[in-house]
């Protein structure tokens, strides 16, 4: 867990400003919904504090380092797509070993780690299938599992949830929140849904053309006057 503090960033790939001096304190283990129109700049923000784009003016720190001093083998963050790439010739355990054996963490360490992500994720009885032979919803509790095994400081959650249908949504929001009480792991959260904005966020940051537009609990963003 850790503090995540974004000091007057701007991003610029040209001429376009896709972050335009945004600050942001983020609370060690908080739960922050991003939301905003496409374009706005949401995806390019989780890249720099994952350091995965550099900054063209201003610092992001997670805990007290700053990140772009951090080498990417070091960096503590992981990241939740909505197009869970897993790997389809792997089982699911492979897929979710995968990260730690990369870091050369050592094998009973990788087999804890995997066994008890699945535990907390209901995937204890598909580890070894194929992700062909899941769900939409378990491939997506794998895509998690995959983050959560690497014990991060921050997670990063780009709409993990926008490709599954309804009511799988529904559930898996419920999980998210679970999850998030649970490990208490800080987490950054794009979506579109109003109603996981509503549910998950501790709080909820607007952005619009690269802005911060405002920042506050679900109650204030939503509550009509
Ligand atoms: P969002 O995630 O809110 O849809 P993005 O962060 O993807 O927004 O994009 C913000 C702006 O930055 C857009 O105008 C987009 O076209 C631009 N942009 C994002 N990434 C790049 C890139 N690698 N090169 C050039 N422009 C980019
Ligand atoms: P989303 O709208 O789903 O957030 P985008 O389609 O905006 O995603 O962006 C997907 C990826 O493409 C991101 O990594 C982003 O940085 C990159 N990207 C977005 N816009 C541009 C652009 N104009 N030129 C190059 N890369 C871009």
Known sequence: MARVQLVEVTKRFGSTVAVDRVSLDIADGEFLVLVGPSG???STLLRLIAGLEDVTEGAVYIGDRNVNDVPPKDRDVAMVFQNYA???HMTV???MAFGLRMRKVPRDEIDRRVREAAETLGLTNLLKRRPAQLSGG???RVALG???VRDPKVFLMDEPLSNLDAQLRVQMRTELARLHQRLGTTTIYVTHDQVEAMTLGDRIA???DGKLQQVATPREIYARP
Do not use: H, W
């Open 93 to 95: 355990y492979d897929n």
């Open 86 to 88: 897993l790997y389809p």
């Open 138 to 140: 378990q491939r997506q």
């Open 40 to 42: 706005c700049g949401k």
């Open 206 to 208: 607007v952005m619009r």
């Open 146 to 148: 995959r983050a959560i």
